[in-house]
C-alpha cells in the first residue's frame, strides 16, 4: 500500500501522473474551500444552491480545520452549526477500471458528502472513521468536485448530546482518497481496514491467530486468492497462510506462532507486522499492513490488573484532543507532543475520554506501550429515542472493528456519568461490545451509584472528594465501603483530581481552609497549591489498595469547556496538570514524575509561581527522587529532611523575611531555586 500526500499546488499532476497497479492512498488535506454556512459548492461540477452562498466568508483551508479554532474560547460560546468544505480533482485515465474511495478520519458532528453534485452517503457521529465508494459517480479524465457539510448542531439522534467539553465541527481529523482494484480488501467494513486479527489463545509458548478479512467486489472473486501473514520485529515471515475459499465477502486465515515475542506494555513493547494480500491469478492487487501485538491480561477483583501473568498497577491520565489555538484539529505532532509528556511524567495507562480518539493514538500507544481504555461519547445525558439508541449501537461498533487490532488497548468504555434509567441500553452495549470482541473487557465511569454501573465487566468511579464534596480524607472509607458491599466488582477509579488556575496561590493549603467545597470549586479561587494538595492525597488513596485496577487522573492537560466561567479562564477546564498550550507544567505534575517516572532525576519546588507574597510564613514543598534534601533561604540552611515514601518533603510553617527571599533547595539530584518577595 502506498500512501501519498501531496502538496497543493502539485495535486492535480501527479494524480495523473501515477501509476497505479496496487493499492494507493492519497491525502486530500489540502486546499478546500470552506464556507461556514450551508452553502452551494464552489467551482465546476458543483450543486444547485442551498442555503446561503457564503460569499465572502470563503477562505481556503488545508486539513486537520475546525471552524470552533476561532471561537471555542470565547464567552460569547462556540458555534454549533453548519460548515461547507469543498474541492476539485482531477481523475486521470489511469483509474478508468479502478475502484475509487473516501475516507474521513473524522467529521464533527454529522457529515453529508456529495460528488459531482450527488449525496453518496452521510454520518453521523464525531469521532469514528467513514468511507464512502464513489466509483460510479467519478468522470475519469475529468475534473470532479466534492462537497463534505459538516453540521456539530445538538441533535436527540447523535451521541454525545451533553458533556463537559466541546464538541467541535468540520473535517478536523485526516481525509483519504483510496484507489484500488475492482476486488480489494474491503475499506467500507464499519470505516475500518478490513482485517480483524482474534487472538483466542496466547502464552508465552504459543499463540494462535484467526484473521478475518472482509473483502468487497464489482465482480466475483474468480482466481482470487487471499494471503496472511506475520512478520517479526526484523522482518522475518514466522507464519504464513494462503486461502482461496471466499464466501459472502469473508476469508478466514488461522495460524499459530511458536513461542512468541510477548507485547508487554511499556517494559517491552514488541511488535509483529501482519501482512494480507489479495491476488487475482497470481498477481498481487491489494495489501495492507499493521502492526500488532501479542499478550493476555486479566483482571483480579483483590489484586488487580496482570499483564503476560505480572501485575501491572494502571497509572494512568485521561485526555481529551483539545489544544490552544486549533481547537480539536490536530496533526501528529500535536498527538507526539502530548505523547513526549505522557513519557515524562511516567504514566503507563491513558484513558482516551470521552469518545475515540485519532487512530494515531493507538498506533502510538502500540509503540510506547501504554494500556488504553477507549470509550464511546455516551457522555452525561441519555436520550429515550430509537434514533440515539442506534446511533450509540453504531458508535460502539465503528470503535470497535476499526481499532480491533491494536494491543494497546485493554477495556471498551461504555458510558461516563449517565443518571437515566440506562440498564437496558447498558446491557444492550455490554452483549454487543462482547459479541464483537470476547477478548477484552469492558467497563465504564461514573460518579454515582446505579443499578446498571456493575453490568459492564469493571466500574470506574469519577470522584473528586476534597475538590466538589467532602475532604480528601473521605476518599478511601467510601472506595473500602464500596469493594465490602461489592466484593466481586473489578474497581478501578476514571477520575479525580481538582483545578489550577495558574495566577492563583495561597501560601500554605489544608482542608481546614473551606468550608462549602463545591461552591468554591465552581468560583474563581482555584490556587494551583490546592490541587497539588488534592493529587497528593488522592494518589496515596488510590496506591495503598491493591483492588483498585488502575487509575486515571482527571485531567491530564487544561481544555476547552464552554460550561465553565471558573477560576482564572472562562470556558476553560483548568484539571490539567499541564496547561491548554502545553508551555506550563503545574506543580503536581512533578509529584506524579517523582514517584512514577523514577529514571528521571527531578527536583521540584513547588508554588515558584507565587513570588509576590503578602504572608511570611509559608509551606516549602519538594517532589524528589532523590533520598533527602536540604533548604536554603538566603543562603542559610533553614532545614534538612528525608524523603517520604511518595518522592515528597514539606518544611512546614516556614518564616521568610520581609522583601526579597531567594529559596533554594539542594539534593543528590541536583537543585531548584525560586525568589519569593514579602511584603
Known sequence: MKRIIFLAGLFAALLLSASVDAREVISMNEAWNFTPTRSTGAGRGGWGGFGRGGGSQQQVVNLPHTWNAEDFMNDGGYRRGYGTYSKQFDVPDEYRGKRVFLQFE?????????????????????????????????????????????????????????????????LYRDVWMIVTDEACISPLYFGSNGILIYQPVVTEKYAEVRAEIHLSTATDYNGCEVYFAIEDAAGNVVAERASTLINNDLAICGLGIENPHLWNGKEDPYLYKAVTVLKKDGKEIDRVEENIGFRYFWVDKDKGFFLNGKHIKLQGVCRHQDWAVIASALTEANHLADYDLFDEIGANALRLAHYPQAHFMFREADRRGYLVWEEIPFVAGYVNYEGFRDNLRLQLREMIIQNFNHPSIVFWGLFNEVHDNIDAIVADLNAIAHELDPGRLTTCATDQEHTYI??????????????????????????????????????????????????????????????????????????????????????????????????????????????????????????????????????????????????????????????DREEDTTDVIVFTTAPSAKLYINGKQVGSAKTDAYATICWPNVKLNKGENKVVVKTAHGEDSTVWNVK
Open 106 to 170: 473524522g467529521a464533527g458532528s454529522m457529515a453529508t458528502v456529495m460528488v459531482n453534485g450527488r449525496i453518496i452517503g452521510e454520518h453521523r457521529g464525531p469521532y469514528n472513521t467513514f468511507t464512502f465508494e464513489i466509483t460510479d459517480d467519478l468522470r475519469i479524465g475529468t475534473v470532479n468536485s466534492l462537497t463534505v457539510i459538516c453540521n456539530n448542531e445538538q441533535t436527540f439522534d447523535i451521541a454525545p448530546t451533553a458533556g463537559d467539553f466541546n464538541v467541535y465541527g468540520g
Open 454 to 611: 456493575t453490568t459492564t465487566d469493571g466500574t470506574g468511579w469519577n470522584k473528586y472528594f476534597g475538590w466538589y464534596y467532602d475532604t480528601v480524607a473521605d476518599f478511601g472509607p467510601f472506595l473500602d465501603d464500596w469493594h465490602a458491599r461489592f466484593p466481586n466488582a473489578l474497581i478501578s477509579i476514571s477520575e479525580y483530581g481538582g483545578g489550577a488556575a495558574l495566577s492563583v496561590h495561597v501560601p500554605k493549603y489544608g482542608p481546614e481552609d473551606e468550608v462549602d467545597v463545591r461552591s468554591v470549586s465552581r468560583g474563581h479561587w482555584h490556587p494551583e497549591e490546592k490541587q497539588t494538595y488534592i493529587h497528593i492525597n488522592n494518589w496515596k488513596t488510590i496506591a495503598e489498595r491493591d483492588y483498585i485496577w488502575g487509575s486515571f487522573l482527571w485531567n491530564m492537560f487544561d481544555f476547552g469547556s464552554g460550561m465553565r466561567q471558573e477560576g482564572d479562564t472562562n470556558n476553560l477546564n483548568n484539571k490539567g496538570l499541564v496547561t491548554h498550550d502545553r508551555q506550563t507544567r503545574k506543580d503536581a505534575f512533578y509529584f506524579y514524575k517523582a514517584n512514577w517516572n523514577k529514571a528521571a532525576q527531578t527536583v521540584h519546588l513547588c508554588s515558584k509561581r507565587y513570588t
